[in-house]
């Protein structure tokens, strides 16, 4: 499982049931380097040869309550890459959940396959195990390469995640809840900009149209929009552009297209040191994460630069708060309530931004720290 990163580290592995129990000697930076860097309280590395299964949990902090974030499977180039994206993803979740005024603290699992090929009943029900073991620190729900069937399967194992199909008690798929949110996003930034939210006339380039992204596109046509369309799966975008009578152009001609809104809704870090110079869009808001490749530069960079950039884990909370609804016993009149407030939540962002003169990611990220350590204040962790 540690080929890649024996490269780099000499670990000392205890092995505790299927658990394994590290520390790391190194010459750099070190696995608890790495964890306090990021701020993680822990970290678990899953291993059961018999199902296939290699993951990771990462639990970021549980100030404001259990650690909760989806569990994505994808075919990692290596498990150092697999690290560092828990690591991030799992920190995000944290501020996302703080941003959005939920009481949940941040977390995030990956499983190491191909989710087309490698994922198994009995893989998923294993994984379950694992978090059935953290006792309700950790709870999971779908993300990229896992659906609400999967849930159903880690439910078998553990009563520690949500997202499980409507049909047995769950709140099933986030993906409108998630496109709402993000679509309330962009009405701020919107509002922001040109003194009101409409979107009649506007121009929007949704990169990626799986479920979020295609939800998403719904809304903006409803609201007359222009959209452009792509994805890498070109007949997808064909499919989509002709439901939705949006315009479809391809993946790579994005950074040509001169529009008023850049919603990338796809995997993160599109916005790098090579794209941010070809930047013609005057808002950048969608539902990926970790939309910049290093946000500290490139926050101020875009802000340097004039646009506008909606900070991904704020407006993309709809999928974490429509999990909280399901984990409160909320109605589907208060999820909805909940997603709306992302507007807000945007409004006060930029607020702030503006304010201080610092990048959005700044401002986003000191609402979150505040919120953290007021609470901190009257209890310690989950």
Known sequence: M???????????????????????????????????????????????????????????????????GGTRMWAYKSEADALND???????????????????????????????????E???????????????????????????????????????????????GGSGDPSPITALGVFMGIKAAVKELYGNDALAGRSVVVQGIGHVGENLVRLL????????????????IGQVAKKYGAQAVSNNTIFDIEADIYSPCALGATINAQTIGKLKYAIIAGSANNQLEDE?????????????????????????????SELMGFSKKRTLQLTENI???????LRLSKAEKISTIEAANKIAEKRIADIKKVKSTY
């Open 221 to 236: 046509r409803d609201e007359n929009a222009m959209v452009y369309v792509t994805d890498i799966n070109e007949e997808r």
């Open 2 to 68: 540690f080929a890649t990163i024996k490269k780099t580290y000499t670990f000392v592995a205890i092995l505790f049931g299927s658990f394994i129990i590290m520390t790391a000697l190194t010459t750099s930076e070190s696995l608890f380097d790495q964890m306090k860097t990021f701020g993680h309280q822990k970290i678990v590395f899953c291993n059961d040869p018999d199902s296939g299964l290699k993951a990771i949990i990462a639990i970021h902090d549980t100030t404001l309550g259990p650690a909760l």
């Open 296 to 324: 500290q530069e490139q926050g101020r960079m875009l802000l340097e630069k004039g646009v506008l950039f909606a900070p991904d884990y704020v407006i993309n909370a709809g999928g974490v708060i429509n999990c909280y």
């Open 122 to 168: 009995a893989l998923l029900r294993k994984f379950g195990r694992f978090i059935k073991n953290l006792n309700g620190e950790f709870i999971t729900a779908e993300d990229v390469g896992t659906n609400p069937r999967d849930m159903e399967y880690i439910r078998m194992e553990t009563q520690h995640v949500m997202g499980a199909p409507e049909s047995i």
């Open 86 to 120: 828990v690591l991030r993803l799992s920190k995000a979740m944290t501020y996302k959940s703080a941003v959005a005024g939920l009481n949940l603290g941040g977390g995030k699992a990956i499983i190491i396959g191909d989710s087309r090929k490698d994922k198994s």
């Open 343 to 349: 507007y807000e939540a945007t409004r006060n962002v």
